[in-house]
C-alpha cells in the first residue's frame, strides 16, 4: 500500500526552477512532520527540509534562500519550491512522513540540473 507519492522533478538548466510534490494519506499527512531528502551518487541520503504540522520549518545550509518547503493541510500534500537551481542539486529527491508509530518514504524523484 503506497503512502506517499511523489511527483515533479527532471532535467532543468542552472538557475532555473523545479516544484516536486509528495501526497500522503490522511492520517498519515496530518500526523507527521513532513520531510523532503535526497541522495546524490555515492553520498548518503541527507535532509533538505522538513515542515511541522504547524508550519515551522527547517532548511539545510546548502538550500537556504533558494528551497522553500509548504505543506497544504487541505490536500495533504507537501512541496518544494526549487529556485537558482545548481549542479550540485542533482539527486534523487524523497518525500518522508514520520509519524509516531512508523517512518515512511515517497519512491523517489530524480532531479538533474545540467549547466
Known amino acids: 500500500q503506497v503512502q506517499l507519492v511523489q511527483s515533479g522533478g527532471g532535467l532543468v538548466q542552472t538557475g532555473r526552477s523545479l516544484r516536486l510534490s509528495c501526497a500522503a494519506s490522511?492520517?498519515?499527512?496530518?500526523?507527521?512532520?513532513m520531510g523532503w531528502y535526497r541522495q546524490a551518487p555515492g553520498r548518503q541520503r541527507e535532509l533538505v527540509a522538513t515542515?511541522?504540522?504547524?508550519?515551522?520549518?527547517n532548511y539545510a545550509d546548502s538550500v537556504k534562500g533558494r528551497f522553500t518547503i509548504s505543506r497544504d493541510n487541505a490536500k495533504n500534500t507537501v512541496y518544494l519550491q526549487m529556485n537558482s537551481l545548481k549542479s550540485e542539486d542533482t539527486a534523487v529527491y524523497y518525500c518522508?512522513?514520520?509519524?509516531?508509530?512508523?517512518?515512511?518514504w515517497g519512491q523517489g524523484t530524480q532531479v538533474t540540473v545540467s549547466s
Open positions: 515542515i511541522s504540522r504547524g508550519g515551522s520549518t
Open positions: 490522511g492520517v498519515i499527512f496530518g500526523a507527521s512532520v
Open positions: 518522508n512522513a514520520n509519524p509516531a508509530w512508523g517512518n515512511y
